[in-house]
């Protein structure tokens, strides 16, 4: 069983080339895998709610189908969780 298409392992760390939705929050806090320690590794909280205040200030008659927000490199990285 190798590593599947479209993710690299490097060393603790996984780079995945596929969706996903890593916001840099407390919600890793107790898991044993969390964003890259780098900005560009998960989507700041921040970044979230700016998406949803500009999309409650469109004109009325807009449709908003999807909004989609992903960090730049999507890196996780393994290990205890945080505090351990």
């Not at 995945?16 to 989507?43: K, M, W």
């Not at 979230?48 to 200030?57: C, F, K, R, S």
Request: charged share 20%; aromatic share 4%.
């Amino acid at each position: 069983m190798g590593i599947p298409q479209g993710l690299t392992l490097k060393k603790t760390e996984i780079v995945r080339n596929g969706p996903s939705q890593l916001v840099r929050t407390g919600f890793f806090d107790r898991l044993a895998f969390r964003p890259g320690e780098a900005p560009e590794n998960a989507i700041a909280p921040d970044a979230v709610a700016d998406a949803v205040i500009a999309m409650l200030n469109i004109p009325p008659g807009t449709v908003v189908d999807e909004i989609n927000l992903s960090p730049l490199k999507k890196v996780i990285r393994f290990g205890p969780p945080a505090g351990t």
